[in-house]
């Protein structure tokens, strides 16, 4: 069975960061997964922040996180992190991780159908303070 467990999140000043991790078990990173971070906040339409391949670690990132998010994974340990620098207040969210299989390299096709077809962590929540 794969489950996957996120944490790392909590409060933070803006400015500050957090580094999030997603422990995936029922499966080995060796094979080609496509990994997606996720985030919805209250009233708000989920929405995809990042993701990234297993294989060869290429990754995807929202416009709104571009350049002040960086996923990673460590495949000897099965886990994905999602570095956040630079927080907003807008960046609070509830952060979920996804996993499916990758057919290529993550886009944001990808994400949307990690979205709508992929196995999901509990979340971890993010709060940023103004």
């Known amino acids: 069975e794969v489950q996957l467990v996120e944490s790392g999140g909590g409060l933070v000043q803006a400015g500050g960061s957090l580094r999030l991790s997603c422990v995936a078990s029922?499966?080995?990173?060796?094979?080609?997964?496509?990994i997606g971070w996720f985030r919805q906040a209250p009233g708000k339409e989920r929405e995809a922040v990042s993701g990234i391949r297993t294989r060869d670690g290429s990754t995807y990132y929202g416009d709104s996180v571009k350049g002040r998010f960086v996923a990673s994974t460590d495949n000897a340990v099965n886990t994905a992190y999602l570095q956040m620098n630079s927080l907003e207040p807008q960046d609070t969210a509830v952060y979920y991780c996804?996993?499916?299989?990758?057919?290529?390299?993550?886009?944001?096709?990808?994400?949307?159908?990690?979205?709508?077809?992929?196995?999901w962590g509990q979340g971890t929540p993010v709060t940023v303070s103004s």
């Open positions: 996804a996993l499916n299989q990758a057919f290529g390299p993550v886009t944001i096709w990808t994400m949307r159908a990690l979205a709508d077809a992929g196995f």
């Open positions: 029922g499966l080995t990173f060796d094979d080609d997964y496509a």
